[in-house]
């Protein structure tokens, strides 16, 4: 497919100090979110004409096996840090893990978390599919959530984070409220869709996602303890004048490991000591948001995203 | 356009793994494992003798850590070299003074270029376990299984008949396996591989002839990952494996399950002399440690072999 816009249309801009005065539940500045990826990779998925699953030729056990460690070792480590100070994650699931590893789904659901879709596996990819595909796709993981985590799914992050161009529009014509797909605020925004309904971006703070910083950035575990606790300062600074949102994104198969742990619930432990704090769900964000903030921003601002805006076909 | 229809078909969406060579099983779920004397923490120290040819083929891929400018590449030909003529020696040096017992991953290809080395090596008794021909014969899905056969058979036959030892264990250079790989190793009589590093303890693995251990030698621990790979400076290294060594005591104690710590060490990395002391310091800090058992990697795979069900 020939690209034909120079900007997905999905928001206006919007200067930071020029915000609506948002104040989340409890009068919180920060609503702290802990978005946990539940995933599964397969061995051996079939091609993508797009992206290649894996460095190495099948098998490579190397990458499956980094992965697979989060499913056998991580999670349950990650669920007990997470506990302990009070956190329910959001899961953003690989929906057939479901049918792979129930007893992590049920992990979950004792716990009164949250799943959203992050598509059927991590090893297949939304690149070249046609409306149909993705929105059978789309839809296969909402079901799967329905079913086995017993939730409707309100939130979104793309498997892998492949995108089309419809995306958005086909993950809101299945139910969807929010997604986790883009990293351009610290707020959360209205976001354009298709269907005209109210859908909005719940930041997900890519940087803060343990797998940016140790696989792509390849940080020290005690030096990302610190990015989490700076970044928390300056939002809990900022999040006076108007609330802000803070997530970290985890992947168990990096964050759970031996010499990883400390650091980072040294860093759970000092936001969830704050009192300001609302800890929370990517869903209940979303929620809060639309039920007080979502017509006054739309009112003053438009819906976002404007048909012709930067549309350079 | 579209993607091809089976894109979108999941056949090995099941219960379980998407192959059978384990059962799908969460660390903490299953029995407990104790260690000999009541240790909480099997250490597994697998000090890397390895060659890397000059004339590298780098199919199907660069193995880490060897040659990358054009030939002759003396700058990493030597640097790895150094490993076996200095760094090893530091490296026993210091697993010495804290006590603990290395295990040797050798490339067989050492046995017959060093034999001085072996010698050495035989002389302190310690297991070796088989990693192949060297850094360059990668084990991977475009090799034909009778080529992969004679590789495995001639490694394994020369390490044995160099050593003196039974050799049971296997590491493949990288890391790397076909799919064959696991049959094969069995199939020769080897009993335990480090290749699949999905969990903090061992596990079982099925093959074509039988049962192997998988016994996982962390690579997000490794010092060639850490230092070389993620640029971490050494004293951060050694940081992380204390860190590491602290949470799986904590865990073992809270949960009452022995857990194991591996760590692999290369000696042309950690040897270096602006490095050994980082290395020196994280071994001194696990023997200071009670509950750790330092033993060769085969003694932990008995150990644990013994407790299963």
């Not at chain 1, 984070?161 to 990293?183: N, P, V």
């Not at chain 2, 760094?87 to 290809?109: H, K, Q, W, Y």
């Not at chain 2, 860190?243 to 042309?268: F, I, K, M, N, Q």
Request: proline letters at 6%; one cysteine or more.
């Amino acid at each position: 497919m020939t690209p034909v816009r120079d900007d997905p249309a999905l928001y206006d801009y919007r200067a930071w100090d020029e915000r609506l005065p948002i104040r989340w539940p409890g009068g919180a500045r920060v609503a702290f979110w802990v978005a946990p990826n539940i995933e599964f990779y397969e061995l051996d998925p079939p091609a993508n004409p797009q992206r290649k699953a894996w460095p190495r030729p099948a098998p490579d056990i190397q990458g499956y096996g980094t992965r697979d460690y989060g499913n056998r070792v991580g999670h349950a480590r990650m669920m007990e840090v997470l506990d302990r100070h009070g956190v329910r994650g959001s899961v953003s699931l690989s929906a057939a893990l479901c049918e792979h590893h129930p007893e992590i789904i049920d992990m979950c659901r004792e716990r009164n978390w949250e799943f959203f879709s992050h598509g059927i596996y991590n090893t297949r990819y939304a690149y070249g599919m046609d409306e149909a595909q993705e929105r059978a796709m789309i839809e296969d993981s909402v079901r799967a959530i329905a079913k086995h985590a017993g939730q409707r799914c309100s939130g979104y992050l793309a498997p892998a984070l492949t995108h089309t161009e419809r995306t958005l529009d086909l993950f809101s014509e299945a139910g969807g409220l929010y997604t986790c797909d883009l990293f351009h605020d610290d707020q959360p925004t209205p976001v354009r869709v298709r269907s005209g309904g109210a859908f909005v971006s719940v930041p997900y703070s890519l940087e803060l996602n343990d797998t940016i910083v140790y696989v792509v950035n390849r940080i020290e575990p005690r030096r990302y303890g610190a990015m989490i606790k700076q970044a928390f300062d300056r939002l809990y600074e900022e999040g006076e004048r108007g609330g802000t949102v803070m997530c970290v994104p985890l992947h168990a198969y990096q964050v759970a490991h031996p010499h990883r742990m400390r650091a980072f619930e040294d860093a759970l432990a000092y936001i969830t000591g704050h009192p300001n704090v609302w800890v929370a769900t990517g869903r209940e964000i979303a929620e809060y948001f639309v039920e007080h903030y979502y017509d006054q921003a739309v009112a003053k601002w438009g819906r976002g995203g404007s048909e012709d805006s930067g549309n350079g076909a | 356009m579209a993607l091809n229809p089976a894109y979108l078909k999941y056949e090995r969406r099941r219960y379980g793994m998407d192959h059978d060579r384990y059962e799908w099983s969460m660390l903490s779920r299953r029995a407990p494992i104790a260690w000999p004397n009541g240790a909480r923490v099997a250490l597994w120290v697998n000090l890397a003798v390895q060659f890397f040819p000059l004339n590298q083929s780098g199919k199907p891929f660069r193995p880490p850590g060897g040659m990358s400018t054009p030939y002759p590449d003396l700058r990493h030909y030597t640097l790895r070299d150094y490993g076996n003529r200095v760094g090893l020696f530091r490296c026993l040096a210091a697993m010495d003074e804290a006590g603990i017992v290395p295990t040797f991953s050798v490339n067989a290809a050492v046995a017959g270029r060093y034999p001085q080395l072996l010698e050495r090596l035989n002389r302190r008794g310690n297991e070796m376990l088989a990693s192949s021909w060297h850094m360059d014969t990668l084990h991977h899905g475009e090799l034909a299984i009778e080529d992969e056969r004679e590789l495995i058979d001639r490694s394994l036959g020369a390490l044995r008949a160099a050593s003196d030892q039974p050799v049971t264990g296997w590491l493949s250079p990288a890391r790397s396996q076909s799919g064959n790989t696991p049959d094969l190793l069995a199939e020769a009589g080897l009993r335990y591989m480090g290749d699949w590093i999905n969990d903090d303890m061992p596990y079982p693995f099925a093959t074509r002839h039988g049962e192997l251990v998988a016994l996982p030698l962390s690579l997000e621990l490794d010092d060639q990952f850490i230092i070389q790979s993620n640029l971490h400076s050494e004293w951060e290294y050694a940081e992380q494996v204390k860190d590491a060594c602290d949470y799986l005591l904590a865990e073992a104690e809270a949960t009452g399950h022995g857990r194991l710590l591996a760590l692999s060490v290369h000696p042309w990395l950690m040897g270096q002399p602006h490095r050994i002391g980082a290395l020196e310091s994280a071994l001194k800090h696990i023997s200071e440690q009670a509950g750790i058992w330092s033993a060769s990697a085969a003694d932990i795979v008995a150990a644990w072999s013994d407790q299963r069900a």
